[in-house]
Structure formats: structure tokens, C-alpha cells
């Protein structure tokens, strides 16, 4: 069987064969019709590309091993990536409001419609396609690389949808500006769906602790492991693309043997290692009714 890297660099190298033919097919559709919507349409396949790109170097850092000057691994390049495209789709933005507007300012009848139609809805086929793909990827490979790029090429599909109900509108109308609105409407759409990727990707360099329901599993190993009277304390986690970090001090008995106390921290960190793939704990043996300080925290009351 493939590594999990290898595996996800396929998945990277499909969404840049994905960005190629939408971005000829959309331009296509744009040159048929003269539509600013589906110009704007193409400008985000544009970024898919470059994306996909982005995506591709950042999965080959993060599969890196853990080496002397990066001891905890390379994930976190994988936050880096969805940074960018966060702000290419930014760039993007500003090139479909900048073109809306002129057209706002200068209407154009639109020409061949059907068949710029027609092209542009089987780009948005392929994106779909490939975006279940690269989210289904991501939630298997806990990366937010996959997802970033996943969640992109789905947004660009319903902009899509909505370029294409709107055309179709102003054939229906002859109403000519509602070409433009539609592309500004895209442009903000997608200002939103960047800033989304760049605020995660802030949070998550900056140790974003596990989700809510990875600590309620991590916690119901805990407790099973607390009915035999052991303690858990300082509990703390974070996480850095698919791997995660979970700490704590694990406080026993002060008449148990020093080897007694090492199984039970060993049988902690195998139970927590097997809630996920790419998971290390770290445990730190002390007796009950000690008090452990952690810097920037009030100490425990002992028991």
C-alpha cells in the first residue's frame, strides 16, 4: 500500500489536472459569451491552479521526518498552504470586482450563451467531482492542505451555479448590468471564503488545542484510567496538520512502585495513541498529593 504522503500528493496532482481543464474550459465559455460572470468564474479557476501548486510543495514538506532543527516534524507547513490560497483568493477577488465594475460602468450584450453555458456547467462537473474527492482525502488524512483545496473548488461550483442562473436571467430579462452584480456578488463570496482560510490557519499555527470531539475521546480514556485511582492533571493539547500532541501529568499513588507507576503511563499514551494516526503523548510520573506547576498557571491544590 501507498504511504499516506504519496497518497497525498495524488490527491494534490489531481487538483492541479482539475484547475488545467477549468480554467481552458472557463475561458472558452468567457470568450463565447463575453460574460464578466464567467470571466470571474475562470480568475478563480486560475487560483484553484496555483493553489493546487502551493498545496503540492507544502504536502512534500509536512511528509518530512522530524530532524534536529524541527524536532516535532513539518506539519504545520501544511497551515502555510491554506494560508496562501486564502490570500491568492483574495487576489482573485479584487480582479473579478475590478472587472465588474468596469463592465457595471459599460454594459455588453452577451453572445452564444447556450454553449458558454453549456461549457462552463461541465467545468463546475469536473470541479465537484474532484472536490468530494479531496474532502473525503481530508477527513481520512486529517490535513487541512486537502480541505483548503477541497473547500475552494466547492465554493468555486456554487459560484458557478450562480454565474450560470444568472446569465440566464439576463437573457430571460435583457437586463445587461445583472452580469456584473453577479460577479461582484462572486467577488464577495469569495473574500469571505479566504479570510475563513487564512483565520484558520492563523489559529492553527498558533497551537489551536484539539477539537471538541477529539477531548471528549481523549477524555473518556482518562476516565476509565481515573476509576482505578489514578490522577490526570495539566491536560493540555494541540494539534499541527494530522499529527497531534496531547500532555498531561499522570499522578498515582505515592506507595506504588516506581514501575507500577511506568506501566500505567504507558498503558495511557497506547490508549491515546490508538484514538488516531500520528498521535504523541507526552506523560510526566508523579505521586498524589504533590504539587506540579506549569508555568503561566496557578499550582494544583494537593489531594
Known sequence: ???TPARLTRYA??????????????LGAYQLTGSVGLLSDAAESVVNLVAAFVALAALHVAAKPADDEHQFGHAKAEYFSAAVEGVMIFI????????AVNRL???AELENVGVGLAISIGASAVNGAVALVLLRGARRHSSITLEADGRHLMTDVVTSVGVVAGIVLVVLTGWLRLDPLIAIAV????????????RRSIDA???RALPPEELEAVQGVLDEFAAGGVEFHHVRTRMAGRQRFISMAVRVPGDWTV????DVCEAVELRLKALSD???????????GVVHTVPGRPPDDPA
Not at 500520528?278 to 498524589?288: A, C, F, N, Y
Request: negative net charge; contains cysteine; aromatic residues 8%.
Open 1 to 3: 500500500m501507498a504511504s
Open 105 to 107: 460602468l459599460d454594459p
Open 92 to 99: 482573485a477577488a479584487v480582479f473579478i470586482l475590478w472587472s
Open 205 to 207: 499555527l498558533l497551537d
Open 187 to 198: 467577488g464577495c463570496n469569495i473574500i469571505w471564503t479566504g479570510w475563513g482560510l487564512v
Open 259 to 262: 514501575s507500577r507507576g511506568h
Open 13 to 26: 496532482w489531481l487538483s492541479v489536472a482539475a484547475a488545467v481543464v477549468t480554467i481552458v474550459l472557463k
Open 278 to 288: 500520528h498521535t504523541g503523548v507526552d506523560t510526566h510520573l508523579e505521586p498524589i
